[in-house]
């Protein structure tokens, strides 16, 4: 399985003057937590890791230090999510007909997750890693903020990635949303648009988003009792 991890965000509401994927957590940059579940991947045999290249210097230390076994490609990102993602998948080498896309941010995704994900693949030409929402949901007006409507929860779920796909239904996708002017913030939401099918794999409630300090928190909170709790005693 071909794996894409988009990687060249700013983390922004990180709050970092830097790619928030080169932040510390736990002794490894954020980055290396990623690269390592991708490693212990049983169907995960190549990655290409989607960067600005002003951190390749950086990528090529942290993929040295994990001791990848794996074929590993650094591909110019975007100046957007889904243009990083577009770069990716014409840098697939051109027997990959499945892709797996996972954010470099969600660097807890456990290898059971990606292997989950893998296999969900060869059934299908697209699907998503998503848990069932917890909160009651409101629809809000932008300006006003009083409330339009409540959706009922049983139908509401988060999407995570990793996100897989058919490499040449996910291709055209890109290129119609490129010529539609669709701005999307995951890939399924440009095959949903296109009307095509995207079930959802079971995810994780850690594999959370490092997205704000508060998660990067919560990710060395998990991180510590996952290891603590794989030590034999
Ligand atoms: N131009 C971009 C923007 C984001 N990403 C990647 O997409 C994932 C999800 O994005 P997000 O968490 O929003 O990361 P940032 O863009 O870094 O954060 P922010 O929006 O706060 O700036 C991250 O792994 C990020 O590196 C990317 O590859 N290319
Ligand atoms: C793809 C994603 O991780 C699914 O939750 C998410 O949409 C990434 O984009 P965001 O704009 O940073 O939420």
New binding site residues.
């Given amino acids: 399985m071909y794996l894409l991890i988009p990687a060249a ?1 700013m983390g922004r509401r990180m709050g970092s003057d830097r790619n928030k994927l080169l932040l510390t957590l736990l002794e490894k940059p954020l980055l290396a937590w990623t690269l390592l579940a991708a490693e212990a991947s049983r169907h995960i045999q190549w990655i290409g890791i989607v960067g600005q290249p002003e951190d390749w210097p950086d990528f090529k230390e942290i993929i040295a230090s994990v001791s990848l076994t794996k074929p590993v490609e650094l591909i110019q990102g975007g100046s957007t ?1 889904q243009e990083s993602v577009y770069n990716g998948l014409q840098a697939l080498p051109p027997e990959a007909d499945r892709v797996l896309i996972h ?1 470099g ?2 660097c807890l995704a456990t290898p059971e997750l990606l292997d989950r994900c893998a296999e969900a693949l060869l059934e299908c030409s697209g699907l ?1 890693a998503a848990i069932p929402v917890k909160d009651t949901i409101k629809v809000v007006e932008p300006q006003t903020h009083w409330i339009n409507s409540t959706p009922e929860r049983q139908f509401l779920w ?4 990793p ?1 897989g796909f058919d490499v040449a239904q996910l291709k055209q996708c890109h290129e119609t949303g490129r010529s539609q002017g669709w701005e999307v ?3 399924a939401a440009l095959f949903e648009k296109c009307n095509l099918p995207v079930r959802i794999v079971p995810g994780e409630e850690t594999n959370l ?1 490092v ?1 704000t300090p508060v998660d990067l928190a919560i990710a060395e909170f998990i991180l510590r009792q996952r290891l603590s709790s794989s030590i034999p005693t």
Avoid: E, N
């Fill in positions: 965000g999510r954010d941010a969600r998503i988060a999407a995570q990635t996100q913030t995951d890939d988003k997205t």
